[in-house]
């Protein structure tokens, strides 16, 4: 798969997240299976989660609807097709939280601060960061803040391949991209930046449900 350069980060601001499903089910359909051992579940998990994320790069599931492709709907989706394969039991119930309790929508503002918790915002964070974590970027415009995510995708062997962001820049008919996370440091626009320095950058953060 070709990286896509990191130039392309902000052709544009990202719209906002909000734009809810016509029905649960179009995100995905639950399909039985097999239990698996809690440990083995979440290692299955954050692997269907890089794999689903990563092949949106090259092309869009058709499962994944058009008025969901946003910042937000490629980690709702990417969550919920890792679940539908590896433990389809859990979509039983929502998978995220809204101001009333269960949902299954969340916009990007409400993934971060009802189904994820903040891991930090400082370099130190990042030997953490595992497949599935989120960066959160909040951005200030005359018509108020719109919320950014991009998802963490790190290999299993650090050795040989560095941890890269997918993200969708937000933006109608726009394609999921891909970059080198170490990369965003330096060669992002600085409002892009994960670092301390950057007011923009809300730091990282994990799904709850895989903080143990």
């Known amino acids: 798969m070709r990286v896509l350069m990191l130039t392309l980060l902000l052709h544009a601001a990202p719209l906002p997240s909000g734009t809810p499903p016509v029905s649960a089910a179009r995100e995905g359909a639950v399909i039985a299976a097999e239990p698996v051992a809690p440990e083995t579940r979440a290692r299955l998990l954050r692997r269907e989660v890089a794999q689903v994320a990563l092949a949106q790069v090259k092309a869009p599931d058709a499962a994944w609807q058009p008025a969901q492709r946003d910042c937000a709907g490629l980690i709702r989706y990417a969550y919920r097709t890792a679940y539908r394969r590896v433990a389809s039991e859990r979509l039983a119930s929502p998978l995220w939280q809204d101001a009333r309790g269960p949902s299954d929508f969340a916009d990007a503002e ?27 970027f909040r951005q200030e415009h005359d018509a108020g803040p719109v919320f950014h ?40 626009p600085l409002e892009w930046r994960p670092v301390p320095a950057n007011a923009a950058f809300l730091g990282f953060f994990r799904f709850k449900e895989w903080m143990s």
């Open 110 to 136: 409400t993934l971060i601060s009802r189904s994820f918790v903040p891991l930090g915002r400082g370099a130190d964070v990042l030997e953490q960061l595992r497949t599935g974590d989120v960066l959160a």
């Open 149 to 188: 995510l991009m998802l963490v995708v790190r290999p299993e062997d650090r050795a040989h391949a560095p941890a890269r962001v997918v993200y969708h820049p937000g933006e109608a008919g726009a394609r999921v991209r891909t970059g080198i996370l170490d990369s965003l440091a330096t060669e992002a």
